[in-house]
């Protein structure tokens, strides 16, 4: 006897074939729960996995509750151009943007760039990837995978030099589709970006580095960037922190470039960094300023010894010469002077007049002593004039005494001593009294015309060569300046001189460096 089938059979496999005719018209399987009443005679466990839900082998479903996950994945793609952005031909695509600052590894003054590591989040909207809001189901959560399927902001970086993506241990993105077709994409990156630098006030100074978004290909007709989360779109991880470097905060900037291929959407995120000056102190400053006070040791030893205070004076300016060389060698070659530099070359001055001031000293005391040597032979020489004019006239004297002047003995004794000598004319011009005119002369008369010889010593003894004088006080000096007095001078000059250019220094520099860029979000403020 024949039994009619039953209702419930039929509708399973009507079901059943429309499944096999969706399979060959899409590109993967889709998977329907099917739930069969209480009065079919089949149970769960003898459906077979295409009834359930499930793959082959007994597989679970990928369903939530009576939905199909994958079937929904897969409907997607039923049109779908990833080619083709939303609303192409009409209103542009506005993305927003987001940005967590993981960590700032380095901050380089030779390359003139910055790294740091973050999670980049866009946002924007596609109408095709929508589905229908279930209870408990509003969103896909769905892996890196499925981001190769969909159209995705040709986003990219301004001033990137270089950036890779972060895979381990898989790739470090992921993609949230909501019903209402709204996208985030969250991936982690690490970049490195350019960041030109003012080192005027090099080590007081402050940087701003920046990070500009923009699309590579659509411009403003087709993309629109933003700000998503408003002034809370950019923020940084207090555990933020670098050697030299602290970060001050930052600000957001949107901005329309204008290229030749058309007008570009543009975001931009400034970050400020002020320099620690604690390892320059300890490293340069602090050095530089003790050679330039041991150079002034040299003013307290004695100008006699020479080898002490010549090489004290060149080990200071090689020390110093050193010094520059390897702060230098640390930073990019600018034509422009850092307020270091300044700091450096005084230090510099400061050693190298040190060692002048020696030399000043020794040339000031070479020449005291040749004009002294100069003036001792000049009156040595004036020593010997004097005897032989004293030995002269007392001949004279004898001879006038013991007999009558006669036509042979001379009349006078002429002595002639050269004043121009300039050694002679800083002191006391005349070195014998009534001089006068380029030479003096003095006249000694053998003999008076008409009168007695018993006048001739009364005469002689108006007329000898008086003492010579002595200048000793003015010879010790030259242009009213002793050797020792120089010595007594720097001793005051150099330290005081030193100590007002510091002040002037850090008073100028530590007020002009502190700049504070206007509408900043300053670090942890948020």
Request: hydrophobic share 40%.
């Amino acid at each position: 006897m024949m039994v009619s089938p039953r209702i419930e059979d039929t509708f399973v496999k009507v079901i059943f074939g429309w499944g096999i005719l969706a399979a060959m018209f899409t590109s993967g399987p889709v998977k329907v729960n099917v739930f069969v009443g209480a009065n079919s005679k089949t149970n769960s466990t003898s459906n077979p996995w295409w009834l359930s839900g499930g793959t082959s082998n007994n597989e679970p479903a990928a369903g939530f509750g009576d939905v199909n996950i994958s079937a929904i994945l897969n409907s997607f793609q039923m049109g779908y151009d990833k080619r083709v952005r939303p609303n192409y031909g009409g209103q542009a695509v506005t993305v927003g943007v987001t940005m967590f600052v993981l960590s700032i590894s380095e901050l380089s003054e030779v390359g003139m760039d910055f790294t740091l590591d973050m999670y980049f989040r866009q946002f924007w909207q596609d109408p095709r990837l929508s589905f229908e809001r279930r209870p408990g189901l509003d969103k896909l959560v769905v892996g890196a995978e499925y981001i190769k399927l969909i159209w995705v902001p040709d986003t990219f970086f301004v001033n990137e030099k270089t950036a890779y993506f972060h895979d381990a241990t898989t790739d470090n993105q992921f993609v949230r589709i909501f019903h209402t077709g709204d996208i985030l994409r969250s991936i982690r990156l690490t970049i490195t970006a350019s960041c030109p630098m003012d080192l005027q006030y090099f080590p007081m100074d402050s940087q701003l580095c920046y990070i500009e978004i923009e699309s590579f290909g659509y411009t403003m007709s087709d993309i629109r960037y933003k700000w998503n989360d408003g002034l809370n779109s950019v923020q940084v991880s207090g555990d933020v922190s670098l050697p030299q470097f602290k970060v001050l905060g930052h600000r957001q900037k949107t901005i329309e470039a204008s290229l030749s291929t058309g007008n570009y959407s543009r975001l931009a995120c400034e970050i400020q960094f002020v320099r620690s000056m604690g390892y320059y102190l300890i490293q340069i400053y602090i050095p530089s300023s003790l050679i330039v006070v041991i150079s002034w040791v040299s003013f307290w030893l004695n100008r006699g010894a020479t080898p002490a205070r010549v090489g004290l004076g060149v080990t200071t300016v090689l020390t110093m010469t050193t010094l520059i060389s390897s702060t230098n060698s640390a930073l990019p070659k600018i034509s422009y002077v850092k307020s270091i530099d300044v700091y450096l070359a005084a230090c510099f001055f400061m050693v190298f007049a040190s060692l002048l001031e020696y030399a000043s000293v020794g040339y000031m005391a070479k020449r005291i002593q040749m004009r002294k040597n100069r003036f001792l032979a000049i009156q040595k020489m004036a020593e010997q004039k004097k005897n032989e004019a004293l030995h002269a006239s007392n001949a004279n004297i004898n001879d006038a005494t013991n007999l009558d002047l006669g036509p042979g003995l001379p009349k006078q004794t002429e002595i002639r001593i050269n004043m121009h000598d300039p050694l002679l004319r800083r002191g006391h011009t005349n070195l014998m009294r009534g001089g006068q005119g380029g030479s003096t002369s003095r006249l000694i008369p053998g003999a008076l015309h008409g009168g007695p010889a018993s006048r001739a010593p009364e005469e002689l003894l108006l007329h000898q060569p008086p003492p010579l004088l002595h200048c000793k006080k003015n010879l010790q000096k030259m242009g009213g300046i002793s050797p020792s007095d120089i010595d007594k001078y720097s001793r005051i000059l150099f330290p005081v001189s030193f100590i007002c250019f510091n002040l002037m220094y850090w008073i100028i520099y530590l007020n002009i460096s502190e700049d504070v860029v206007p509408d900043l979000v300053l670090l942890g403020s948020n």
